[in-house]
């Protein structure tokens, strides 16, 4: 069985595998429903698995500095950035025995390695990188995440675009 812990503070063990969970959304009137799907992984296993890969969006370098040490900011779901956006990257990835080391690289849109992203302080067991756009120019580009744990190794791709 898998632990699952929901932003509500919920936990809830599961098997690995596919799992629905249906939501209803509001406290004393019903304001909508959703469904989403989550294919919960086999954590027992030597192989390292990448669990979320999170964009905070601060909107100044202040409000970034206070953002490094706070785990409970919630991600945007935007994959479109301006060029004087800064981010804050949050990877969260596990391995049943070894450590996990994360590494975080920006590839242009022909998969060249652009810049190995600044590694920052983790927040509560997530990896955090530092993504500033300032010096790219509009177009689409990918992160390529690398998890490490003892030998083994998986890459996740999360593709994003500078929009101005």
């Excluded at 509500?8 to 959703?34: E, N, R, W, Y």
């Excluded at 996990?100 to 302080?121: H, I, S, Y």
């Excluded at 509560?124 to 689409?140: D, H, K, M, T, V």
């Excluded at 490490?148 to 999360?158: C, K, S």
């Amino acid at each position: 069985m898998t632990p699952i812990l929901f932003p509500s503070g919920v936990k809830t063990q599961t098997p690995p595998g596919p799992l629905q969970i249906s939501m209803k959304i509001g406290a004393a009137k019903l304001l909508d429903t959703d469904v989403r799907y989550v294919d919960v992984p086999r954590l027992d296993s030597d192989r390292p698995h990448i669990a979320a890969v999170e964009f905070v969006r601060p909107r100044s370098l202040p409000e970034f500095r206070a953002m490094q040490t706070e785990a409970r900011v919630l991600p945007t779901e935007v994959r479109e950035f301006l060029r004087s956006d800064r981010l804050l990257v949050r990877v969260r990835a596990f391995a049943a025995t070894d450590p996990v080391d994360v590494q975080v690289t920006l590839l242009n849109r022909l998969g060249q390695a652009l810049m190995r992203l600044p590694r920052l302080q983790p927040v509560e067991g997530a990896a955090q990188f530092e993504l500033p756009f300032a010096r790219y120019p509009r177009g689409e580009y990918a992160l390529e995440i690398r998890a490490t744990a003892g030998r083994e190794r998986v890459t996740q791709l999360v593709a994003i675009r500078v929009i101005g």
